[in-house]
């Protein structure tokens, strides 16, 4: 099940992103992870709204373990975010609790 999750730090990333709800959002037929390339068609990943990219979920763990917070990146973050969620129906009502106040 496809889930919003924040790291430590507040970073938002979605958490077993479907491949199809991915492909009919996107129109993107052959999604590669944004790290180390590889395709990652039929296979649950990750996407980090702040980067617009997905990952496999080894590099995703690596990502967003070496990211870092940028309060000037806030309105970029949350919008972001905000769109993934409705592309893919996750609601994000009640689901900051872990973000940077």
């Not at 996107?26 to 992870?33: E, H, Q, S, Y």
């Not at 997905?54 to 806030?74: F, G, I, S, T």
């Amino acid at each position: 099940m496809q889930k919003l999750k924040y790291t430590d730090n507040g970073i938002s990333y979605i958490e077993n992103v479907d491949f199809w709800k991915f492909v009919n959002a996107t129109l993107n037929p052959d999604p590669i992870c944004g790290e180390c390339l590889k395709p990652i068609a039929n296979e649950k990943f990750v996407l980090i709204p702040i980067l617009n990219e997905v990952y496999c979920k080894k590099c995703a763990k690596e990502v967003l373990q070496q990211m870092k917070w940028y309060e000037k990146d806030r309105n970029i973050h949350d919008a972001r975010t905000q769109y993934w969620c409705r592309a893919f129906g996750i609601n994000i009502e009640g689901g900051k609790e872990n973000a940077v106040k």
